[in-house]
């Protein structure tokens, strides 16, 4: 099966700068970023988004969602807070099939979200 463009940086078939890696996720920083901090965090499983998640994965997101937190903070956003936003389909706004976690920081985010 074709390796999804997350599975090629994970593979480092495609360089990234990486912030965190486990067996379970890896972190890297956006290629286009929408804040001062912008940090992806993704489960090495190819999930193509959390609307595909099985009940099998719940490990895998548990996981996920505990090590944004912890990537947020060793990269000095806990103090200040952020943002944490997972995109799904169209209207979500996802552009990559492969279940990701934005981590967002540095400055004031608006709410309601564009
Ligand atoms: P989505 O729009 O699917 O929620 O988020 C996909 C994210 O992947 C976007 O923020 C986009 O900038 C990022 N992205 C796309 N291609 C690359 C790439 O080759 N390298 C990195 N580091 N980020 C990428």
């Not at 360089?15 to 929408?34: G, H, N, R, W």
């Amino acid at each position: 099966m074709t390796k999804t463009l997350f599975e090629r940086i994970i593979a480092r078939e495609i360089p990234s700068q990486i912030v965190y890696e486990d067996d379970l996720v890896f972190a890297f920083k956006d290629i286009t970023p929408q804040a001062p901090t912008h940090v992806l965090i993704v489960p090495k499983k190819p999930i193509a988004r959390i609307a595909e998640a099985a009940a099998t994965d719940h490990q895998t997101l548990g996981h996920l969602l505990l090590k944004a937190a912890e990537v947020a903070e060793k990269i000095g956003l806990k103090e200040s807070g952020y943002r944490l936003v997972i995109n799904n389909g169209a209207d979500g706004g996802e552009s990559v099939p492969h279940l990701h976690c934005h981590i967002l920081g540095g400055r004031k985010m608006a709410w309601p979200p564009g």
